[in-house]
């Protein structure tokens, strides 16, 4: 099982370059991958993307690169083509116009296209295979650390599902008396009502059953039992489970709800306040779950 949360961080050189990679990443419901990338690394987003997505499931995820650039990064050319045809157009101007003019190569330098970086997309496409075991090294460090967070979650889920599998037992042990007790409240209300009257027996037997038939928890109790087995299953799995385990959890609060619902004995309803609290903070673990 894998947190949503992470981090990992790697640096290393290359033959035109330092990297340093960082990454870290929060809860979120679906996948999103943000890059902060320098411009001239930028033609390797693709890769980089496809790499993190094909091991990252769910989760807010922000990669950071930074890079120093060494001797040779950068190709620059000078165009002396376009330079010479400049430099003819203004003597020309000067002779047109009958204005002095003494050739400076400042001028020349503010035209853009004549000094520009010398595009070379096979130098950086080498580069990348020097680069990418230093991005996966940080990758596997990020992976490492949601995993041992995961770890964590598991076990402290695993504790909580003791409790809540404890506390259906009680509820269940509870739930065989609740015919006496409907029987003893019945019993207590017609005296109070009609203290002079005897009590039927049989048509309080009948309003007993009304009542048991009306408040009976024993297939909430059993399909309640059913998810937590398929949540602990659910927990040893090691793909993006978190959806899953939401899925189960919601079923299990329904059948706790269920149970709240159809019961009036004060017992009992503590036991659900305690089950709802669990449920709760099994909710907000989860929500840090791939």
Excluded at 27 to 55: A, V
Excluded at 62 to 72: A, Q, S
Excluded at 112 to 120: A, H, N, S
Excluded at 144 to 171: P, S
Aim: with cysteine; hydrophobic share 40%; glycine share 4%.
């Amino acid at each position: 099982m894998k947190s949503m949360t992470g981090f990992g961080y790697a640096e290393g050189g290359g033959l035109i370059g330092f990297y340093r990679i960082s990454l870290k990443s929060f809860n979120y419901r679906f996948s999103d991958i943000n890059l902060r990338l320098p411009r001239e690394l930028c033609l390797w987003e693709e890769n980089i993307i496809s790499y993190l997505k094909e091991r990252i499931s769910r989760g807010k995820v922000e990669l950071k690169l930074t890079f120093e650039p060494g001797e040779e990064a950068f190709s620059v050319e000078a165009n002396s083509l376009l330079a010479k045809a400049y430099l003819k157009a203004l003597h020309k101007l000067s002779s047109d116009l009958n204005l002095p003019y003494e050739a400076d190569l400042r001028d020349l330098m503010q035209v853009p296209e004549i000094i520009r970086l010398k595009e070379d997309d096979n130098r950086w496409q080498d580069e990348y295979q020097r680069f990418f075991p230093i991005f996966k090294e940080a990758v596997e460090a990020f992976l490492q650390f949601r995993l041992r967070e995961g770890e964590k979650l598991q076990h402290d889920l695993l504790r909580q599902m003791e409790k809540l599998r404890d506390l259906v037992g009680m509820v269940e042990e509870k739930s065989q008396k609740i015919p006496e007790y409907y029987r003893e409240k019945l019993k207590q209300r017609l005296k109070e009502i009609i203290p002079s009257v005897p009590i039927n027996e049989s048509l309080l037997a009948q309003e007993i059953v009304f009542y048991v038939d009306r408040s009976d928890i024993h297939e909430e109790i059993i399909r309640l039992n059913a998810h937590l087995c398929r949540f602990e299953d659910i927990l040893s799995g090691q793909d993006s489970i978190g959806r899953e385990l939401e899925f189960v959890l919601q079923e299990m609060n329904r059948e706790v709800n269920t149970i709240g619902s159809k019961t009036s004995n004060v017992e009992i309803s503590t036991l659900i306040i305690d089950m709802k609290t669990i449920l709760e903070k099994m909710r907000e673990q989860i929500q840090n779950v791939e």
